[in-house]
C-alpha cells in the first residue's frame, strides 16, 4: 500500500482563510493560555505579510485537500536585545504546526527542508528561531536540523530558547 500523497505549496490567496483557522486551531492547542480570540499582526495581514512581504514565506501540506502541517519565515525584527543579527540577511521561522495524526511520519522535517530551500533561493543567510522546552520534541527536532541553541532565557514559565542556523553550512 502507498503513502498518501502530500502536497507542500506556498499558501494560495484562495487558501488564506483555511491556513489561518488551521494556525489558530493548532496554536489553541499548544499554547492554551493564548487568547484565542486575538489574532496575531501576521495572521491578521496573511496577504500582506507573508504574500507581498519580499523575505516572509509560508508553507502548507495538503493531504485529500485538507491542510495537515504548516511553517513560515518572516523578516527577523530584532526584539530580542541580546541577538544581534544586523548586516545578515536573517528570517525567523515560525508557526511550524503538524496534526498529531502526521506526527513522526517526517512531515515536518519535508516542511521545514521545503522552507530553507526557499530561504537559499531568496538569499537568506541565517534562519533564526525560538521555541520552549514545554513543547515535546521540538529542541531536539531542530538541533537534527542543525540549529544550534544561541541562548536560553532565565524565565521559569516559558524558559525560551533561542537558536540558529546559517545556510551556508548546510
Known amino acids: 500500500m502507498s503513502e498518501p500523497a502530500i502536497h507542500i505549496t506556498a499558501v494560495s490567496q484562495a487558501e488564506v482563510p483555511a491556513t489561518v483557522a488551521f494556525v489558530m486551531r493548532a496554536r489553541a492547542t499548544l499554547f492554551p493560555t493564548l487568547d484565542p480570540a486575538v489574532l496575531p499582526d501576521d495572521l491578521a495581514r496573511f496577504e500582506a505579510v507573508y504574500q507581498q512581504g519580499g523575505d516572509a514565506c509560508f508553507l502548507i501540506a495538503r493531504q485529500a485537500g485538507e491542510i495537515v502541517a ?73 538541533q537534527r536540523h542543525g540549529f544550534t541553541v544561541v541562548d536560553v532565557e532565565n524565565d521559569p514559565l516559558w524558559q525560551t530558547t533561542h537558536m540558529e542556523k546559517r545556510l551556508d553550512e548546510s
Open 70 to 142: 504548516a511553517i513560515g519565515y518572516l523578516p527577523y525584527d530584532h526584539r530580542f536585545a541580546q541577538l544581534d543579527y544586523r548586516g545578515q540577511r536573517t528570517v525567523e521561522v515560525l508557526r511550524l504546526f503538524v496534526e498529531p495524526a502526521w506526527r513522526g511520519a517526517g512531515l515536518a522535517s519535508r516542511l521545514f527542508e521545503a522552507l530553507a530551500e526557499k530561504a537559499r533561493k531568496q538569499g537568506i543567510e541565517t534562519l533564526y528561531l525560538h521555541t520552549h522546552p514545554f513543547l515535546p520534541g521540538a529542541i531536539a527536532f531542530w
